[in-house]
């Protein structure tokens, strides 16, 4: 069960049989997601980055990591739900906005944040004088 869709019915029909809509103000979920993404962050707490790289080849690690990564996925689905926002659609727009801030031709293989590629190309594509620059 993989469908976006079909995982949002499911997260929401646990809520609504809590009757929990009530409690669900985009600020609430806001908060909530940041807070379980925290709990994923919290895995890492104190590890070294061997330790992390190992974490879902444990039984135990995994099951942590899995958890986390649906706690954050469900409050992801649930904000969606309440804000009527696609997150099919939101992924695919902004997808299109990150092809353009980070070509391929610029950025493959490099890490460094956008507004750098962005200088290189204005530096690079500067008219030069042939005058030494004093
Ligand atoms: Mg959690």
Redesign the pocket.
């Known amino acids: 069960m993989n469908d976006l869709a079909e995982l949002a019915r499911r997260v929401c029909a646990f809520r609504d049989a809590r009757d929990w809509r009530q409690f669900h103000s985009l600020r609430s979920l806001i908060v909530s997601l940041n807070l379980?993404a925290a709990?994923l962050l919290e895995l890492t707490q104190w590890q070294t980055d061997e330790a992390i790289e190992a974490l879902p080849a444990s039984d135990a690690g995994r099951v942590a990591l899995a958890?986390?990564m649906a706690?954050v996925l469900m409050y992801l689905l649930l904000l969606a739900e309440v804000s009527g926002i696609s997150l099919g659609e939101a992924t695919l727009a902004k997808l299109a906005k990150n092809e353009l801030k980070y070509p391929v031709a610029r950025c493959r293989g490099r890490s460094e944040k956008y507004t750098l590629y962005r200088e290189d190309a204005e530096a690079s594509a500067a008219p030069t004088t042939g005058a030494p620059e004093t």
């Open positions: 379980e709990e958890d986390e706690d």
